[in-house]
């Protein structure tokens, strides 16, 4: 298991930013990829974004698109993800997902396509 170390939630007004970010603390754990997952009050828990780690070929759940931007730094094994233009139906829990080489053959937006889970981090959209 990969420990994942989130930051960067917050409250914001309609139309505002954010950027979130997530740490992960094993160098010796081989990484596929990462992602962005949220969980609304009452609603089931959605990808939003993920990213391959060799390629960076990146993945964006439709409602997303053109406003979020997820990316990574290799060396500092940490995700981001840049979230502009925020919407009042983005305020969920948004929690970073590891997937290890054991999650290879999965899917990238899938839970199953991770293995390690951050705590989450509230993101809160006020209009």
């Known amino acids: 298991q990969v420990q994942l170390v989130e930051s960067g939630g917050g409250n914001v007004q309609a139309g505002g930013s954010l950027r979130l970010s997530c740490a992960a603390s094993?160098?010796?754990?081989?990484?596929?990829?990462m992602g962005w997952f949220r969980q609304a009050p009452g609603q089931e828990r959605e990808c939003v974004a993920a990213?391959?780690?060799?390629?960076?070929?990146?993945y964006y759940a439709n409602s997303v698109k053109g406003r979020f931007t997820i990316s990574r730094d290799n060396a500092k094994n940490t995700v981001y993800l840049q979230m502009n233009s925020l919407e009042p139906q983005d305020t969920a829990i948004y929690h970073c997902?590891?997937?290890?080489?054991?999650?290879?053959?999965?899917?990238?937006?899938?839970?199953?396509?991770?293995?390690?889970w951050g705590q989450g981090t509230q993101v809160t959209v006020s209009s």
């Open positions: 997902a590891h997937g290890s080489i054991r999650r290879r053959g999965r899917s990238a937006t899938t839970e199953e396509g991770h293995d390690s």
């Open positions: 094993e160098r010796h754990v081989s990484t596929v990829r």
């Open positions: 990213i391959t780690w060799s390629s960076g070929r990146t």
